[in-house]
């Protein structure tokens, strides 16, 4: 191997996708240690067995990576752009700015000498299992970026993005929620943000939807994925004040164990296409105001769609 083609593969983030024992064995002996304790520092008994256990790198490499967020900041704003809620975490929540990864910065806000500041790197070590209120009320970002989400040990994104009035944009790309379990009030009020591409979200474990596009007024169109929504017990309030958008397509949404719709379309006025076609409410307890104040033909629609929308859905 020569010396370009080594420093090629040691430049590669924690050196994933690379299976080859061969290889493997080769780069432990160009590469520092430190380099490697990057990827298992919290791990005591991994790193303990590292100088035996070469040929399950790859999974180790994904295993112990870290979540990478990109933030873009709005100009001439100080606020904060992360909520870090328990004490504990703070070790586990690395964050740079512009491209110097080299200084940490250890405060979550921007202050009036951060006029510089372009864009802000966040890591978050694998044993961070929740992300919910992680942007939580953040006034200061225009834009996130997921760069780097390997792991999918994360079971809980409510309230993720509440109340970022001023997002005007997000990029799940690279976003796994394989075992999230709630997304309940995940864009609350974010009034700014006109498209949501979720395409690639899975949600078959997910239980909570509540009040999760709440209040979007300038939301226009959601793009939802393709595997079956299948497991909710809760989508009250889901779509309520979503007042811009003009159709959804839910057709791979089942609401078997769906028990509370209430007000789940309420206040959207300009909704005139939804499908719904995959609906069962034979489980919801409370479907009132459901379509409230949505339009008398979008109302037509729903009741020739489904039977079982019952009467006080629609008032």
Known sequence: MSKEELNQIKSKNYLEGISSKYIFELIIKNISKLKLMEIIKYNKKE????????????????KYSTIEIELIPLKNTYDNFIQIINENDKNYFHIYFNDNIIQEIKRTYLTKNDNNVEKILIKIDYQVIRLNELFNNCHCIESIIFKKFSRNNIINISNMFKGCTLLKKIIFSKFNTDNVIYMNYMFFECTSLKELNLSNFNTEKVKNMRAMFYWCQSLEKIIFPNNECCGVNDMSYMFCGCSSLKELDMSNFYTDDVIDMKAMFSDCVKLSEIDISHFNTKKVIDMNSMFHKCSNELKNKIKEQNKYITFEAFY
């Open 47 to 62: 790193q303990q067995r590292i100088n035996l256990s070469f040929q399950d790198y790859k999974n180790y490499s994904q």
